[in-house]
């Protein structure tokens, strides 16, 4: 299973596939978790040096990923400000979508919980009712 891949959009989207991915990886302790790998002891076996080896590996390419998370992080969640006027630009973009005359239910209802979904995801509430009142809206436009 390959990792998702950020292109550059909806980071918030990309952190929690990220976090899933490493979690069903059993990487995300390693990523979260700052520990030290005990020295191998005198002697060491095949195997202890084979796992004493795979942890470090694991380590730093753990390190290797948080430092690149936290600098993705910097770059495109922004701060509170900018996480602000992405909430109000996707609420205008939800108060201005209208369903096409070619457009199936489905397809307009997954726009607009995409929609939803992303201002969640920059903290803010988007209750379902305002996803239901523009449903409602449209049908009443209809008759």
């Known amino acids: 299973m390959a990792p998702p891949v950020f292109n550059g959009d909806n980071y918030q989207i990309w952190d929690v596939r990220m976090k899933t991915y490493l979690d069903a990886m059993d990487m995300w302790e390693t990523v979260e978790e700052d520990y030290e790998i005990p020295p191998l002891p005198d002697n060491p076996t095949i195997a202890q040096i084979k796992n004493h080896k795979d942890k470090k590996t ?3 390419k ?3 990923s948080k430092d690149i998370w936290d600098y993705l992080k910097l770059e495109y969640e922004g701060d509170e ?3 602000g006027m992405q909430v109000l630009n996707l609420i205008r973009d939800f108060e ?3 369903m096409k005359e ?4 489905k397809d307009y ?3 607009l919980l995409n929609i939803a979904n992303r201002v969640r995801l920059l903290g803010s509430v988007f209750n379902d009712y305002r996803i239901v009142e523009k449903f409602w809206l449209k ?3 209809r008759s």
């Open 81 to 83: 400000r900018i996480s």
């Open 58 to 60: 694991r380590k730093s």
């Open 62 to 64: 753990a390190k290797a």
């Open 139 to 141: 049908n009443n436009e």
């Open 96 to 98: 201005m979508q209208k």
């Open 102 to 105: 070619t457009e199936t239910i």
């Open 109 to 111: 209802s997954e726009r």
